[in-house]
Nanobody, 127 residues
Framework: QVQLVESGGGSVQPGASLRLSCVMS????????MAWFRQSPGKEREFVAS????????YFANAVKGRFAVARDKVKNTGYLHMSQLKPEDTAAYYC????????????????????WGQGTQVTVSS
């Protein structure tokens, strides 16, 4: 069993920064990558960013390139999403997800790639 718990969401003004955390527990030794997705009301869940757990490979959605960064602390078994220059269109529930590598035929941008998900943390950007 694997559990992912996000934290760090909140309500901020445009231009502000936030850092989301995702702590993994349980059977996580085979973690291949961690990704972040987001979902706004009435919209599909969309890819935001991902990071390989044992390499430096990172991917970002075009909408967040240059503003968001990802990191991971393997000792703490925790992933991070650093968000800066936040915009109202970044408002969404943010989810972290774990890729064990088993669903390698799915794209890293596809929700079907990821076996385990957190419960989500809300980010609201408004003036």
């Amino acid at each position: 069993q694997v559990q992912l718990v996000e934290s760090g969401g909140g309500s901020v003004q445009p231009g502000a920064s936030l850092r989301l955390s995702c702590v993994m527990s349980g059977f996580t030794w085979n973690t291949y990558a961690m990704a972040w997705f987001r979902q706004s009301p009435g919209k599909e869940r969309e890819f935001v960013a991902s990071i390989r757990w044992n390499a430096d490979t990172q991917y970002f959605a075009n909408a967040v390139k240059g503003r968001f960064a990802v990191a991971r602390d393997k000792v703490k078994n925790t992933g991070y999403l650093h968000m800066s220059q936040l915009k109202p269109e970044d408002t969404a529930a943010y989810y972290c997800a774990r890729d064990s590598g088993q669903r390698f035929t799915n794209s890293v941008f596809d929700i079907g790639r990821y076996e385990d998900w957190g419960q989500g943390t809300q980010v609201t950007v408004s003036s």
